[in-house]
């Protein structure tokens, strides 16, 4: 069989970038780190989508596990590219499928939801239904029940579900200071780190289940961090929502910035409290398991892992949370070897992972 060349789309813009900004960068590491090892890939590359200098961008890329290479020189070079993180121009797509290349679309997000958001309210566009001539489809299990259909009605393209990804490496070579959960304190620092730009993953519940825990059990919250709110403290109704909170009027909550998550468990966070929806797989989450940090959460696919409560329940939420507080020293060794074991399942270099993807590949080839 041919070996082949696969490039994945990166979004490299004019001006300061980090890998943390976004998932979607972390998504293009880490399928770029199994292409590199498949055994049907001659050459695997991130392909520049957007309008940023590569050498002006070193910072951002001094971690890219293959090189970077333009649009124009993958439109010769390559025979599959995968379009993750930018989008590509339809005519280019079109131009490159003319030529016997293939183009699949990973969709890493719930785009229905983000869709119809961005077209009911007036926002900026988001996937966009446009044209472009997609040999498949691929997206993760999180999205099946959402997106499958809407993808493979709207894009009409096959919809295959792949493995996350997911490494340590980006985080272990990021973080400035000790990485990993301290048992002992009397008190927990409590951070929520849902964006809030997308009803999918908002603040509201992980608020309301840690202040109803709060009000149970006084004293064992030292203080609870919400951050990505910064663009919300000038809303009249997020700010009333957060004012009838006990947390907020006793002075033990804070609205933060956006910041990587290396940079806020240990140094200002003990345990993390979640909430998504139709959105259960998560780096964050991967993050706090491998740190071995409480994780309050309500997604049905971590393997088991964490401090779990079902759905919008905030009695539940409180409730694991206050079993976390609990029993989260006593048990601590127990949580990291079921979450090495869990990570484990999601290592771009794992033999099942790289197999799955280079089939896939190949099927879209062969078709």
């Known amino acids: 069989m041919k070996k082949l060349k696969v490039g994945v789309t990166i979004y490299l813009r004019n001006g300061q970038q980090s890998i943390w900004e976004n998932g979607i960068f972390q998504n293009c590491y880490f399928l770029a780190m199994l292409l ?95 044209g472009t001539p997609y040999s498949a489809i691929w997206t993760l299990p999180a999205f099946e029940k959402t997106c499958a259909s809407y993808y493979e009605t ?16 980006l985080v272990e070579r990021s973080a400035t200071a000790a990485f990993g959960y301290e048992p002992g304190r009397s ?8 964006p809030n730009i997308c009803m999918v993953k908002t603040s509201h519940i992980p608020m309301l289940l840690a202040d109803l ?24 109704q997020f700010v009333g929502f957060a004012r009838s909170l006990d947390l907020v009027t006793q002075g033990r909550a804070t609205f933060e910035p956006r910041l990587p998550v290396h940079e ?16 259960t797989q998560n780096y964050v989450y991967y993050e706090a398991l491998h740190g071995g940090y409480p994780l309050v959460h309500n997604s049905d696919l971590l393997g ?6 079902a759905d919008f329940d905030c009695e539940g939420g409180a409730l694991a949370l206050r079993e ?28 099942a992972n790289v197999e ?8 879209v080839v062969s078709g």
């Open 154 to 169: 709207a894009l009409r393209a096959p919809v295959k579900a792949m493995q996350h990804l997911w490494s340590p490496a």
């Open 36 to 130: 590199k090892h498949a055994p049907n890939v001659e050459a695997a590359y991130l392909v520049n989508g957007g309008d940023g200098d590569p050498a002006a961008s070193a910072h951002f890329l001094e971690f890219a596990p293959v090189p970077v290479i333009d649009l124009d020189a993958a439109r010769e070079k390559l025979d599959v590219v995968i379009e993750l993180s930018a989008q590509l121009n339809p005519d280019w797509a079109r131009s490159f499928r003319e030529k016997g290349g293939h183009v699949i679309g990973m969709r890493v997000a719930n785009d229905y939801v983000i869709d119809i958001e961005r077209m009911m309210f007036g926002l900026p566009h988001g996937m966009l239904v446009s």
């Open 356 to 363: 799955q993807y280079s089939a896939a590949i190949a099927a």
């Open 187 to 194: 008190r927990w620092r409590l951070a929520v780190l849902e």
């Open 324 to 351: 976390a507080f609990a029993l989260h020293d006593a048990t601590l060794e127990d949580y990291r070897a079921k979450a090495r074991a869990f990570l484990t399942t999601l290592d771009p270099l794992g033999p």
């Open 304 to 309: 088991g892992c964490g401090y779990r409560y």
């Open 213 to 236: 825990a709060h009000r149970q059990q006084p004293h064992f919250i030292e203080y609870l961090r919400v951050f990505n709110t910064l663009q919300l403290k000038s809303d009249a």
């Open 264 to 279: 806020i468990l240990t140094q200002q966070a003990d345990a993390i409290v979640s909430h998504t929806w139709e959105n």
